[in-house]
């Protein structure tokens, strides 16, 4: 059981019978009453977000959550399918809304670590609710339009689409055919290799 102010961020918790991901927590004191701990949560199984304060004498169980190695087969419209990763015959699908916007730099037959929940009160292998994608990534950029001299009115930076299709903002010196590094928790490019 965690206490109210060991609640911190990147922790799995138990509310209501599922598992929540806190993504902000900040401890704090009104003039004279008893501190509360204000939360940001992320339902692991459906996305949804929301805020909730725990106060002194609140408790919460920690979730366990394990992770195994799958990999990533490809994506079509907005069905991402997985495989076990020593048996391609096991594929599964994983909704969008669990994977987070990390999914999108994936290349296929990338190996990522899933996130399985262990609920105690089910017997069996658990159910997949997310997947950590690397921090960083390597991608080459597949189509880059040319800068036009003089536009630097919106910040020096242009749309390009990277080879697992998504599209980011980068500076206008990058060209077609470059090898960029992303981070994929923000979507931001980070440099040129």
């Keep these: 059981m965690l206490e109210y102010n060991e609640i911190t961020e990147r ?35 459906s996305g949804r977000v929301t805020e909730r304060s725990f106060h002194q004498s609140e408790k919460v169980e920690e979730a366990d959550i394990s992770t195994r190695k799958i990999k990533f087969l490809y994506h079509n419209k907005d069905e ?21 916007v990390g999914v ?15 609920d105690p009160d089910v017997d069996g292998e658990g159910i997949i609710i997310g997947v950590k994608t690397p ?15 003089g536009d630097t009115a919106t910040g020096g930076s242009k749309t ?3 080879e697992t299709g998504a599209t980011i903002n ?24």
């Design 11 to 45: 922790k799995y918790i138990i509310l209501d019978g599922e598992p929540w991901e806190v993504l902000s927590s900040h401890v704090f004191r009104k003039q004279q009453r008893k501190p509360v701990n204000a939360t940001k949560l992320r339902n692991m199984l």
């Design 80 to 100: 991402y399918w997985f495989c076990e990763e020593k048996d391609p015959s096991k594929r599964f699908e994983l909704d969008e809304a669990i994977l987070g």
């Design 104 to 118: 999108r730099f994936l290349k296929n037959n990338t190996l990522a670590d899933a996130l399985v929940f262990n």
């Design 135 to 149: 921090i960083t990534v390597e991608l080459k950029v597949t189509e880059a339009f040319d800068a036009v001299k």
């Design 160 to 162: 390009v689409t990277l």
């Design 170 to 193: 980068v500076p206008l010196f990058v060209k077609q055919g470059d090898t960029i590094r992303i981070n994929t928790e923000t979507g931001d490019y980070r440099e040129r290799v």
